[in-house]
C-alpha cells in the first residue's frame, strides 16, 4: 500500500488538473470528481485534508508557488518605474493566461488574508523591483500592495473593464496602458535612479 505522503500527493496532483480545467469556478470541482480522478475513496480525502475548500487552497497555493519562485522578470530597464512596468506586466499577463489558478488565487486571499499569501509575496516581488525610492520603506510598500491591489481587481472585473473603465484588459495593449498609468501615477515622482 503506498504511503499516506504519496496518497496526498496523488489526490493534490489530480485536484491542480482539475483547477486548471476549472476556468476559476470551484463550484465545478466536487470531492467525488478528484475520488474519480484519483480512485481513492472520498473518505480518506476527507481525512487528508477535511474540506474541499483546504484542498483547493493547497492546490492553489503549490501552483502560485511554483510561478514566484519560477518567476524572473526580464527588467533590463534603469529607472525603477520601468522596471515595475516591465514586471507588472508579466504579472498581469500571467494574470489573464492563466485565469483559473488567478481567480482561485485572489478570492482566497481575501478571504482568508495571511501574511505569506500569495497577494502578500506579489506586493513584496512588486517593492523588491522597485529598489529603494525617496521615501520611506514603510509608504513604498503601501505603494506595492495597493499596485498588486488594483491589479487583482482589474483583473477580476476584467470581462467588464471596457465597460466600466473604457479600457479592455482583455487586450494587452490597453491594459498596459493603463498599469502604465497607475505606475507613474504611484510612483513616478520617487525615482532616484
Known amino acids: 500500500m503506498k504511503g499516506s505522503g504519496d496518497v496526498k500527493e496523488k489526490i493534490i496532483e489530480a485536484t491542480m488538473g482539475l483547477i486548471a480545467e476549472s476556468a476559476g469556478d470551484i463550484a465545478d470541482i466536487s470531492t467525488r470528481t478528484i475520488a474519480e480522478r484519483t480512485h481513492i475513496g472520498t473518505g480518506l480525502i476527507n481525512y487528508h485534508f477535511q474540506t474541499k475548500e483546504n484542498l483547493i487552497e493547497i492546490c492553489v497555493e503549490r501552483m502560485i508557488g511554483k510561478v514566484i519562485a519560477a518567476f524572473t522578470p526580464s527588467t533590463p530597464e534603469q529607472t525603477p518605474t520601468a522596471r515595475l512596468k516591465s514586471t507588472a506586466k508579466q504579472v498581469f499577463d500571467f494574470l489573464v493566461d492563466n485565469p483559473a489558478v ?16 500569495s497577494t502578500m509575496k506579489s506586493a513584496m516581488g512588486m ?62 515622482g520617487f525615482e532616484h535612479e
Do not use: C
Open 127 to 188: 517593492n523588491k523591483v522597485l529598489g529603494k525610492l525617496e521615501i520611506s520603506e514603510k509608504e513604498q510598500f503601501v505603494l506595492a500592495f495597493a499596485l498588486t491591489s488594483a491589479m487583482q481587481a482589474m483583473f477580476l472585473r476584467k470581462d467588464q473593464s471596457g465597460e466600466l473603465f473604457g479600457y479592455d484588459m482583455n487586450v494587452k495593449e490597453q491594459r498596459d496602458k493603463v498599469l502604465g498609468l497607475l505606475i507613474d501615477t504611484m510612483f513616478g
Open 102 to 117: 488567478s481567480r482561485i488565487s485572489i478570492l482566497s486571499d481575501h478571504k482568508n488574508p495571511k501574511k505569506s499569501d
